[in-house]
């Protein structure tokens, strides 16, 4: 009896082992996610990076040292005190896009990658802004984010680091410098609009002039349309009429008025002439000789 409990016993504690065994080996069986990567110690002392995928970490012998993200990251450091070569104090923060690109070195290239990273943003900044005045750094901050990136990049190699990019996000000047320039930008802005409106009214009156001398030269060739018009339509009258007299001289002619008829005109024409306040006329004393007189020139029109 003693015997077969021993036995039990036994076989539970080597069931008990197995499970512990299997248990341990399970335990490691390690994944790599997709953009990350695994350093690897074993007995301490650097052993592997592991990449994407399932690896078999040896117990008690191999342990995982650091887990590292490979995909880009965005690091945004608080506004630094920084001074202008004139000698002006303000505030500019960082915003650092970098990734991994040496697992081995990110883990044993420096204690603290970030502050690192940030202590020499903060460094780099300081001297570049310091060649540099208040009006070129608010103006250049595509220079200042380049040299930026360029220092930090060279310096970060050693880390297995990539710094992509480098932005200053916000530069914020003194309360004082800060209300200068905005009266500045309020006089500029006052200053366009004087001269935008001066530019409009200027506009405004040669646009006025130009129609004003239109206007007097469409009137003046309407003046002279209208003279040409009537001129044509006097000489046209006068034409007319000269042509309408001529034309009754040829029909009293081709009729052969009667000594009578001519007579008659005759007195007509001197009635004519006598209408009139200053006007003299000198009636012959034969009346026969006028009568005589018109025939004569009734004769020479033929």
């Known amino acids: 009896m003693d015997g077969i409990l021993e036995l039990g016993a036994g076989v539970v504690g080597v069931v008990l082992l197995l499970i512990v065994v299997i248990a341990l080996l ?7 996610p997709q953009a990350h990567a695994y350093v690897v110690e074993r007995l301490g002392a650097y052993h592997a990076t592991w990449g994407t995928g399932m690896h078999f970490k040896v117990p008690f012998i191999d342990r995982i040292a650091k887990k590292v993200s490979l995909k880009e990251q965005v690091i945004d450091f608080p506004p630094q005190p920084v001074i202008t070569k004139d000698n002006v104090t303000m505030q500019i923060d960082t915003v650092v896009y970098f990734q991994i690109t040496d697992s081995k070195l990110y883990a044993y290239g420096v ?41 930090l990049d060279e310096a970060t190699d050693a880390w297995g680091i990539k710094v992509n990019r480098v932005e200053l996000k916000n530069i914020i000047p003194p309360k004082e410098i800060q209300d200068s320039m905005e009266k500045q930008m309020k006089a500029e802005r006052e200053k366009r609009a004087v001269i935008l409106a001066a530019e409009g009214e200027k506009q405004s009156a040669i646009t006025r002039a130009e129609g004003e001398k239109e206007s007097a030269i469409l009137r003046a060739d309407a003046v002279r349309e209208e003279r040409i018009r009537t001129a044509q339509g006097e000489a046209e009258a006068i034409t007319a009429v000269a042509q309408a007299q001529a034309r009754a001289i040829e029909l009293i002619n081709s009729s052969n008025p009667s000594e009578q008829y001519l007579k ?34 009734r004769d020479t029109t033929k």
């Not at 399970?26 to 790599?32: A, P």
């Not at 060649?131 to 250049?140: A, K, V």
């Open 264 to 297: 008659i005109r005759s007195m007509e024409a001197a009635e004519k002439m006598a209408d009139g306040q200053s006007t003299k006329i000198v009636i012959p004393s034969n009346l026969q000789d006028v009568t005589s007189l018109v025939t004569a020139v």
């Open 26 to 32: 399970i335990s490691c069986i390690k994944i790599v």
């Open 111 to 151: 204690e603290h990658p970030i502050a690192a990273i940030e202590n020499l943003s903060a460094t780099t900044l300081r001297n570049i802004i310091g060649e540099m005045e208040l009006d070129h750094t608010l103006t250049s901050r595509d220079i200042i984010n380049s040299k930026i990136r360029v220092i």
